[in-house]
Nanobody, 123 residues
Framework: QVQLVESGGGLVQAGGSLRLSCAASGRTFSIYHAAWFRQAPGKEREFVASISRTGDRTYYEDSAKGRFTISRDNAKSTVDLQMNSLKSEDTAVYYC????????????????WGQGTQVTVSS
């Protein structure tokens, strides 16, 4: 098993940046694919970005491409999401997720989830 704890959320103005971090504990993190999802009020949780075990492959939702960057440091057991040019529609609770096996497109399924961190973008 792996436990995931997100941090780095907060309030930011539109056009600003935030860096989310997810710290993993438990089993060796390098065996897990990892991803970020988000859920806005009244909406379904949606995929944002994912990264392969070694970090050699990344996938992004269209809305995140060119603005968000997912990265990982297996030595530190962390996966980060750098978010730039934030928009009001990026406001959501952001969740870190992990699993040993996922589909080739990186979108899931994910078995392990963090509690989430709130990101609020003011316009």
């Amino acid at each position: 098993q792996v436990q995931l704890v997100e941090s780095g959320g907060g309030l930011v103005q539109a056009g600003g940046s935030l860096r989310l971090s997810c710290a993993a504990s438990g089993r060796t993190f390098s065996i897990y694919h990892a991803a970020w999802f988000r859920q806005a009020p009244g909406k379904e949780r949606e995929f944002v970005a994912s990264i392969s075990r070694t970090g050699d492959r990344t996938y992004y939702e269209d809305s995140a491409k060119g603005r968000f960057t997912i990265s990982r440091d297996n030595a530190k057991s962390t996966v980060d999401l750098q978010m730039n040019s934030l928009k009001s529609e990026d406001t959501a609770v952001y969740y870190c997720a992990a699993n040993v096996f996922v589909l080739a497109n990186g979108r899931g399924p994910y078995e392990y989830w963090g509690q989430g961190t709130q990101v609020t973008v003011s316009s």
